[in-house]
């Protein structure tokens, strides 16, 4: 019996139907290292990034398994569309975690603010008076070319440059 919501029933027809876009673009997708455009507007504008979101911005909360079962759809056709999909989807549930100052900042002007990441921790964190200053490079940060925000790794250091905290992400 299947004890799927409404919403995520929606959402999962929704996913099947870009199926046979999503494998004509499969290619192009794999050779440039980056989805289309076409594939990142068509996932915000078909809804399929609200399903994590939370309700206060427009979003379905859709439960857990409900979203592993749009990722794997989605991975029939293209499991470059899947993972970046899953990445993002992922943040938005993370992020819907954060207190609420945090949450409006993100999607109180814009409800459809993708997030990105690049966890391995690089580039150097130094403590300022009122956080950290970053600088560096992250590689592999699946989505980025479409991202509002970004979570990045990185390890703080103190004034001498050693290893002053342990691993933290920062969200820019």
Known sequence: MDRRSEMGTELLEIARAMLPTLRERAADAERATCLPADTISELVSSGLFKAGLAARYGGYEIPLDEL?????????????????????????????????????????????ALISSCLMPSGRAVRVYDGFMLNGQWRFCSGCDYADWIFVGSVPTNDAGGDSEPPRLFLI
């Open 68 to 112: 592993c079962d749009i990722i794997a759809t989605l991975a029939e056709a293209c499991a470059s569309t899947a993972w970046v999909y899953g990445v993002m989807s992922d943040h938005n549930i993370s992020v819907g975690m954060f207190e609420p100052r945090v949450q409006d900042e993100i999607w109180g002007n814009n409800p459809e």
